[in-house]
């Protein structure tokens, strides 16, 4: 379809959307990750991709084996549009500066906050946001977007988002 330019507003009856982005993907990991890229690179321009797997994407080493693992499903793909997965980190209690400055080195734009307990593979999470505080102000200097997952475990399962919020 070709991109048509249109200058008067009334003309309008449609519009061009060249690719959405999704800014929360689970592209999981092996065959599944294969089969998902796929997926997402048919229908997407940026895709945002969670760190949850296992073990949790949490070090620059793991970031890189898993950036090598997506290129090689995108390598095996005949991609007409572009395509830019963006990746995450998960902010894990142990992280230090150190951690977050190595990991945006290695590729990364943002970091996950996952309450421990709150989802899949969160059991190791922080319990609250003054564990990973260090990590939360190197990110805040060196520009990294915090991602958050907003439930709080101990809720009833229709009220644990409405119960985090005054937990920000």
């Known amino acids: 379809m070709a991109k048509e ?3 008067d507003k009334a003309d309008i009856d449609r519009f061009y959307i060249p690719l959405p982005d ?18 997402h690179a048919g229908q997407f321009g940026r895709v945002l991709l969670m760190p949850n797997t296992l073990p949790p994407i949490a070090s620059s080493s793991l970031l ?3 950036i090598a693992e997506v290129d090689q499903a995108l390598v095996e793909l005949p991609l007409e549009e ?6 995450t980190f998960k902010l894990l209690p142990w992280m230090r500066s150190a951690d977050i400055e190595a990991l ?8 996950k906050y996952y309450p421990s307990g709150s989802t899949t ?4 999470g922080p319990r609250s946001f003054d564990e990973v505080e260090e990590v939360l102000n190197t990110m805040e ?28």
């Open 82 to 87: 572009r395509f830019e997965p963006l990746y």
């Open 141 to 168: 200097a060196m520009g990294l977007v915090l991602c958050i997952h907003g439930e709080d475990p101990s809720a009833h399962i229709l009220e644990r988002e409405r119960a985090f919020l005054p937990q920000v």
């Open 64 to 66: 890189e084996a898993y």
């Open 104 to 111: 945006a080195r290695a590729g990364s734009i943002a970091g």
């Open 5 to 7: 330019i249109v200058r």
């Open 22 to 39: 999704d800014f929360h993907a689970h592209l999981r990991q092996g065959a599944l990750l294969r089969a998902s890229v796929r997926g």
């Open 121 to 124: 593979n969160a059991a190791d």
